[in-house]
């Protein structure tokens, strides 16, 4: 249980420091952070060669696809922007963030790509709104963005999952998360 909630902290901390790096002109304080939160989490993985691919596949995959984003103008950046082609630094290790959830606090979700699909088209295009409601990052057409975003992240939300399936490098059991949860719920 303890490890399911750093796992989850850390990601928050991770996540809102690269977002409001990145709003506010300061890009790799958010780098800075996530790169804490991967050192922490290889350090409590059980093989962390693997889970380190596992970071870097997810990574780059997230590089692309918000490179993709701003190069068609679904989206726009506040700051960290490096090349045109690829999404900024702090993006990059937001995804890289993302990734150790995988195979810790999102390991209920491995074989269940229905699941993955919805929670990725409705917690994709959240993610990105919080985010703009934060300043980091603009919608030229809100709508559309939206939908991309959904559509995105309904086929990088399985494909996530299942790369850490194949990359499993945690050592957290799949259904660990789902099972603390659900006992806690219950008052087990």
């Given at each position: 249980m303890l490890r399911l909630v750093v796992n989850l902290v850390a990601f928050q901390i991770a996540w809102f420091a690269c977002v409001l790096g990145g709003a506010?002109?300061?890009?790799?304080?958010?780098?800075?952070?996530?790169?804490?939160?991967v050192v922490l989490h290889l350090r409590m993985s059980a093989a962390p060669r693997r889970e380190a691919m596992l970071l870097t596949l997810v990574g780059a995959i997230g590089a692309v696809w918000d490179g993709f984003l701003v190069r068609f103008g679904f989206l726009e950046y506040s700051s960290g922007m490096l090349l045109p082609w690829l999404a900024p630094i702090w993006i990059i290790a937001m995804w890289v963030a993302f990734a150790t959830t995988l195979n810790v606090a999102l390991s209920w979700l491995k074989g269940r790509w229905t699941l993955a699909v919805v929670l990725g088209a409705i917690g994709g295009p959240l993610a990105?709104?919080?985010?703009?409601?934060?300043?980091?990052?603009?919608f030229p057409d809100t709508f559309v963005a939206m939908a991309v975003l959904a559509g995105g992240w309904s086929f990088l939300m399985p494909l996530s999952a299942w790369l850490a399936q194949r990359f499993d490098g945690a050592g957290f059991p799949k259904t660990a998360a789902l099972t603390?949860?659900?006992?806690?719920?219950?008052g087990v």
């Open positions: 506010h002109g300061w890009p790799w304080l958010g780098v800075g952070v996530a790169a804490l939160v990105f709104y919080g985010g703009h409601k934060l300043g980091a990052v603009a603390t949860l659900t006992e806690n719920s219950a």
